[in-house]
């Protein structure tokens, strides 16, 4: 396992950044719009999404993150969701019964995956190095957080969400994000210190354990062990992107803050 994980990160850091920092805005908006519709597709299948409700709500997520990147904000293609997501509901059964059961898990996957990736489309604007900066913060914080439990976790962090998380790993989340932001602030970035840098990156660090157990909820809740099959034997993307759902808002609103 340290070898797989030292060589996949030898292997896609380098293509990560090559990708971010030398291609024009838009490819990057591409690739959460393809993250978005995935992501979907998986959550959707978690929860039994079926009929028309299903592309359509993976359609509309696909474009969210292209719409932020067009005007800014997710407000509009949000409402314009709801309404589309509600009259298809409407029209497509006749029995109003269960009507809410029905669109509740489309409009949530929609607020949980492309409005949350949406938000990376604004840190792009700020510069690509806090592409490169957020998840090279959350690899950090991961890598720590798996090595430190692993080794010397005894303290259960959320047994009822998910029994392998300890304190000692989450503790280690934190500090390591730190670091790592600090290390980085040397390496890319300049318009903050490398205290504040490592502030925002110990708070990426713990934001990161929130978004991973929203998802171990939505698992447990769906009553599934992995999103979906993506990665074999290692789940699917939800499994893979859920602490960066929620770390990229916050990183963009610190930042905004900064």
Known sequence: MH??????????????????????????????????????AEFYGMYGVRGPLKPAGIALGAVVPAGVH????????????????????????????????????VLVGLLYI??????????????????????????GADSAAYYIGKGFGKAKLYTAVSPDKTVEGAVAAVAGGALCGALLKVLLISSITTGQAALVGA?????????????????????????????PGHGGLLDKIDGVLFAGPVLYWMLRVL
Do not use: N
């Open 3 to 40: 070898r797989k994980r030292l060589l996949t990160a030898a292997l896609v850091l380098p293509l990560v950044y090559a990708y971010v920092m030398w291609l024009p805005p838009v490819f990057f908006t591409g690739l959460l719009c393809a993250a978005s519709a995935l992501g979907l």
């Open 203 to 231: 708070v990426i660090g713990a934001v990161t354990i929130v978004g991973d157990l929203v998802e171990s909820m939505f698992k447990r809740d769906a009553g599934v062990k992995d999103s979906g099959t993506l990665i």
């Open 70 to 105: 067009l005007a800014g904000s997710t407000h509009d293609y949000l409402i314009a969701a709801f309404m589309i997501i509600a009259t298809i509901r409407l029209f497509s059964k006749k029995d109003p019964s269960a009507s809410l059961k029905d669109t509740a898990p």
């Open 114 to 139: 492309p409005a949350l990736l949406g938000s990376q489309t604004g840190l792009r604007a700020l510069g690509p190095e806090w592409i490169i900066f957020l998840y090279g913060v959350i690899w």
